[in-house]
Nanobody, 116 residues
Framework: QVQLVESGGGLVQPGGSLRLSCAAS????????MSWYRQPPGKERELVAT????????SYADSVKGRFTISRDNAKNTVYLEMNTLKREDSAVYYC?????????WGQGTQVTVSS
């Protein structure tokens, strides 16, 4: 069955870094655009970053531009989110998303907490 399994979340101090991973299985990963979303406590889920199926195009929310980098390895069926210069407002549950024109899949999420 389809699975998106996020990992790499945790507690980090402001200014620190984390690298999230999302391992996919059960579908043709290389055919799907991949995204990271996040949902801070008490707020709506928001799009953080997106990468096309071949990795050629990426886009970012204004709030993370220059600090976060999305990448993918189609040979490993994995998408990554490198997060640098983390701020308290980056604290959220981060979700992996796979999408094509007629199908969307979600992971279960991984908690990122930025606190001193």
């Amino acid at each position: 069955q389809v699975q998106l399994v996020e990992s790499g979340g945790g507690l980090v101090q402001p200014g620190g870094s984390l690298r999230l991973s999302c391992a996919a299985s059960g579908f043709t990963f290389s055919h799907y655009g991949m995204s990271w979303y996040r949902q801070p406590p008490g707020k709506e889920r928001e799009l953080v970053a997106t990468i096309t199926s071949d990795g050629g195009i990426t886009s970012y929310a204004d709030s993370v531009k220059g600090r976060f980098t999305i990448s993918r390895d189609n040979a490993k069926n994995t998408v990554y989110l490198e997060m640098n210069t983390l701020k308290r407002e980056d604290s959220a549950v981060y979700y992996c998303n796979a999408a094509t024109w007629n199908q969307i899949y979600w992971g279960q999420g991984t908690q990122v907490t930025v606190s001193s």
